[in-house]
């Protein structure tokens, strides 16, 4: 009878992990699909719409690679809607449990840290003789327009990311696997970006653990979502640096010349610099002991 015991407890304990298992492949599986799928309708999209324009130029073009993503943020909120409701209640203001840390002030907020994130690290590059920069025309309504895009962009990488795949692991997983795994796939996601570098991979590691802490601490995605909007909009829109790799077509300001060292990298721009990996971690710091000294206030 005790042989027959340990048999039936161990039974559960073996199908319980088997399920679990499974339950994280597929995550894994259905972010991919939900990336590619997405990406696909977002590119047809701008196809269509770039076949009704009369003459669309570069940087307008330039432009529809990032309105592309708006494909994976439909595919996201609506498979969330449909199959993961708690994390679909992340995305928005309000949930059951009252006001989220989804606000236009943490919006804000976000936007000045990706700013002063990303702006630190070209300052540096610029002080150490790595960047020639020269000063361009303004032109507000593209700006503008190039803010929107790249919103939609960064959104749906975050979406994906902190959104789906952190919250759909958070419900079976310790919450540092789902941090662990969601930032390690958005590394993935950037493998195939021009000249990407063990620097960059690290880099993009680390903001995703970043970003991640800001969801975990602060309950807000759209905190995350403007950090990541302000970074690549000050760098590939207002500087005109490489973002990832991919140069803009239209910027204020042109990079005439540039040169590579620790704290710029000739082709994947600041975020394949060591300066880039530092603010990142700082990020990540900072978030900690925020969310340490709010505990500690509170209780």
Sequence with gaps: MEELSVETTQ?????????????????????????????????????????????PGGAVLFLFQYLSFIGIDIFVIVYCML??????RSFFPKSRNGLRGNTLKNFAIGLLIGFLMNGICILIAWLHGDLDLSVGHFDFVYMLCALVAVCI???????????????ALRERYNVWVA???NSLFFAVLHLANPGITVVSVLEIVIIGFALSLIVYYLDSLWMCIAIHTAWNYTQNILFGLPNSGIVSEKSFLHLE????????????????????????ALLAVCVYLYARKKKEQVT
């Design 11 to 55: 039974e559960p304990q073996a199908t319980k992990k088997k399920l679990k298992r499974q339950f994280f492949l597929s995550v894994i599986v259905i972010g991919f699909l939900l990336m590619l799928i997405g990406q696909l309708l977002g590119l047809l999209l701008m196809n269509v719409i770039a076949g009704i324009l009369p003459n």
């Design 83 to 88: 199959a993961e409701k708690s994390t679909y």
């Design 153 to 167: 962009q960064s959104g749906a990488e975050e979406l994906l990311t902190r959104g789906y795949m952190m919250g």
């Design 179 to 181: 941090i662990a795994i």
């Design 257 to 280: 010349a540039a040169k590579g060292s620790v704290f710029y990298d000739a082709v994947f721009g600041v975020e394949g610099a060591i300066t880039s990996v530092i603010v990142t």
